[in-house]
């Protein structure tokens, strides 16, 4: 919303200072909102004020300059409806390249009151492809609904270059054009579903590996950690084996009888 009016640029020129706005509702007779304050810049975006504005409604609003004890008088700016009055921004675009096509996906610029569409329920999009160089050779896609395109039958290894730009309303109202994006194309066709296939195994196995861990959970831990006390007749074979070693004695008592040998001559 520009507010500034000629004589009130040439005080702010003249004397460099600061500059306060406000605004209200066309239809209103209650006072202005404030706007921005001792601002140098010569914008002020409302939108990004605390006071919510409608999708619909018609604005006006007023600036003056400041500097010292100096002040230009109020300046009201002519009357702003938001719909028809609002500057479309670029829409944002993405190519992705798959043999000898190219499949082009777009975004709708961000609105600071709304989403677009809300606004602009029937906009469409035109397209504009060339190769790379020859921009005279462009050719144009009009009024196009979807919002992800594939061109086809393009030449295979070669650079395309794109532009998006969005008719509002029909094409009274066009956005900015979006930034020139380019993609190459390949020789063949790869192959997009080997990818999707290693991630859905990966993930299936993943799932069923998690499913199993908690199903059997208690079984695995005590497998793996038991708890429970042996068998009885276990514990007894056990306790007599230990009883019996203790009764062995490691040193037996060796019985030997002394024997003298004479010689005779």
């Not at 029909?170 to 790869?190: D, R």
């Amino acid at each position: 919303m520009k507010v500034i009016r000629r004589y009130v640029l040439k005080f702010f020129e003249y004397c460099p200072g600061v500059l306060d706005t406000q605004w209200k509702p066309r239809t209103s007779v209650a006072m202005y909102h404030v706007g921005c304050v001792n601002i140098s810049t010569l914008e002020c975006d409302f939108s990004s004020l605390n006071t919510p504005l409608s999708l619909y409604g018609r604005y006006t609003g007023r600036v003056c300059a400041r500097r010292g004890m100096e002040v230009s008088p109020w300046v009201e700016s002519n009357n702003i409806t938001m719909d028809n009055d609002s500057i479309i921004g670029s829409p944002n675009v993405l190519l992705f390249s798959n043999g000898a096509t190219i499949e082009i996906a777009i975004k709708d610029p961000a609105f600071a009151v709304s989403e677009l569409r809300d606004v602009y329920s029937s906009a469409t999009y035109n397209i504009t492809y060339w190769k790379d160089g020859q921009n005279e050779k462009a050719i144009s896609i009009i009024n196009v609904l979807q919002n992800r395109v594939v061109l086809n039958k393009l030449d295979p290894s070669t650079k395309y270059c794109v532009k998006v730009q969005i008719n509002a309303e029909g094409n009274s109202k066009v956005s900015k054009p979006s930034s020139t994006v380019c993609e190459s194309t390949t020789t063949e066709a790869e192959s997009q579903w080997v990818p999707a296939v290693v991630t859905f195994f990966i993930v299936t196995l993943t799932a069923t590996l998690v499913g199993i861990a908690v199903v059997y959970r208690k079984m695995i831990s005590h497998l793996l950690c038991p708890q429970d006390a042996l068998p009885s007749p276990l514990l007894a074979t056990s306790n007599s084996s230990h009883d019996w070693d203790m009764q062995i004695s490691p040193n037996p008592e060796e019985m030997y009888n002394s024997v003298r040998v004479i010689a005779v001559q």
